[in-house]
């Protein structure tokens, strides 16, 4: 099984003797941490010197300000291993050599359907609609559970109702903000540690714990999209509901309006609600919230770890890990653009 790297201190990544080393900046530990790497848990943090066996490395993403050199780059692009870059939770980049992976039937397959006004739309819809739905099942899972009466499902059929009737992108979108706002509205009656408590959702930078949580989930969700994307033949940079930008993976944009509700805000809740996550692991200063080393790495276990929880899917009819469940949402969407079977982002019924 393949590891997954986390760089969260400052350094340079460079390849020596057929594997990845990273050298931190400002370090007094010289020596490479290669000992009691547990194959198993497939997750590393890299905080001081290492050394990354790179036939054993699924990605790397990089945290904190890291330099890198052509051998680097060069042994990346050779096992096809993506390297995704975060500045405050924001991914502003990535690196990964996907012309080994590229089918130029499948790229002029998505073009075809991004250049048909039509054919967009209606996945731009799709991206919408699942992404909404899954909202409302989370609602309707803690309103059950935490017994509070001020949400109705109800009171989303408005807004589902407008997704079909939007004429472009720019609707949608609007239609998006809209469910996003009433869903947000919700989050302290989810919320049961007195010491999160949610004004609103801001992100550039995030100014407060909670959206510190969500920011950083995000971040990681973003993380593995890329990373799972890598391993299809499908184009990252032609996307439909996202626009399509310069040096911009925005597929994966639009597959985490899918997957956001799924995964990362229900880890937030569990997180803050089990006082796993406590103030001490978040650092302040000039208006930006971030957490510290010890913060991420609570959060980025309990990320591994959802991601490697097995659930029934029904759509397979298998039991099948988050991550297994994250890459075959790729594939359904391939069958969709060669005509094979329409596409029907996965909707939560747990």
């Known amino acids: 099984?393949?590891?997954?790297?986390?760089?969260?201190?400052?350094?340079?990544?460079?390849?020596?003797?057929?594997?990845?080393?990273?050298?931190?900046?400002?370090?007094?530990?010289?020596?490479?941490?290669?000992?009691?790497?547990?194959q198993s848990e497939n997750l590393q943090f890299v905080d001081k010197r290492r050394t990354i066996p790179i036939e054993n490395t699924a990605s790397i993403s990089c945290f904190s300000y890291v330099q890198f050199d052509s051998s680097f780059?060069?042994?990346?692009?050779?096992?096809?291993?993506?390297?995704?870059?975060?500045?405050?939770?924001?991914?502003?980049?990535?690196?990964?050599?996907?012309?080994?992976?590229?089918?130029?039937?499948?790229?002029?397959?998505?073009?075809?359907?991004?250049?048909?006004?039509?054919?967009?739309l209606s996945l731009a819809r799709k991206f919408i609609q699942g992404g909404i739905q899954n909202k409302i099942v989370n609602l309707a899972y803690y309103a059950n559970r935490n017994?509070?009466?001020?949400?109705?499902?109800?009171?989303?059929?408005?807004?589902?109702?407008?997704?079909?009737?939007?004429?472009?992108?720019?609707?949608?979108?609007?239609i998006e903000a809209l469910a996003q706002k009433f869903y947000y509205s919700h989050l302290n009656l989810i919320l049961k540690n007195p010491d999160f408590q949610f004004i609103k959702r801001e992100f550039n930078p995030p100014p407060d714990p909670v959206n510190a949580l969500i920011s950083f989930s995000y971040a990681l969700l973003y993380s593995t999209l890329l990373t799972e994307i890598a391993s299809t033949f499908l184009n990252p940079f032609i996307s439909?509901?996202?626009?399509?930008?310069?040096?911009?993976?925005?597929?994966?944009?639009?597959?985490?309006?899918?997957?956001?509700p799924i995964i990362c805000d229900r880890l937030v809740f569990k997180l803050i609600n089990s006082k796993s996550i406590k103030l001490d692991m978040f650092e302040f200063s000039d208006g930006k919230c971030l957490?510290?080393?010890?913060?991420?790495?609570?959060?980025?276990?309990?990320?591994?770890?959802?991601?490697?929880?097995?659930?029934?899917?029904?759509?397979?009819?298998?039991?099948?890990?988050?991550?297994?469940?994250?890459?075959?949402?790729?594939?359904?969407?391939?069958?969709?653009?060669?005509?094979?079977?329409?596409?029907?982002?996965?909707?939560?019924?747990?």
């Open 1 to 38: 099984m393949k590891n997954y790297y986390y760089i969260i201190q400052k350094g340079f990544l460079f390849s020596d003797n057929g594997n990845i080393i990273f050298e931190p900046i400002n370090s007094n530990d010289s020596k490479p941490d290669v000992a009691n790497i547990d």
């Open 147 to 174: 017994k509070f009466a001020d949400f109705q499902v109800s009171k989303f059929s408005p807004i589902l109702n407008k997704i079909n009737s939007a004429k472009d992108i720019n609707q949608l979108m609007l």
């Open 291 to 350: 957490l510290n080393k010890i913060g991420r790495q609570k959060v980025v276990a309990a990320y591994n770890s959802k991601l490697k929880t097995t659930i029934f899917n029904r759509e397979t009819q298998k039991q099948q890990s988050y991550r297994t469940i994250i890459r075959n949402e790729f594939y359904k969407f391939i069958k969709h653009l060669k005509n094979e079977e329409e596409y029907k982002p996965i909707k939560m019924w747990w």
């Open 73 to 120: 780059l060069n042994s990346v692009a050779k096992y096809n291993i993506p390297v995704i870059f975060f500045e405050n939770y924001k991914p502003t980049g990535c690196f990964f050599n996907n012309f080994s992976q590229m089918d130029g039937g499948l790229t002029v397959l998505q073009s075809v359907f991004y250049a048909s006004n039509s054919r967009r």
């Open 240 to 260: 439909y509901l996202h626009e399509p930008g310069s040096n911009r993976s925005s597929l994966i944009w639009d597959f985490s309006e899918i997957f956001k």
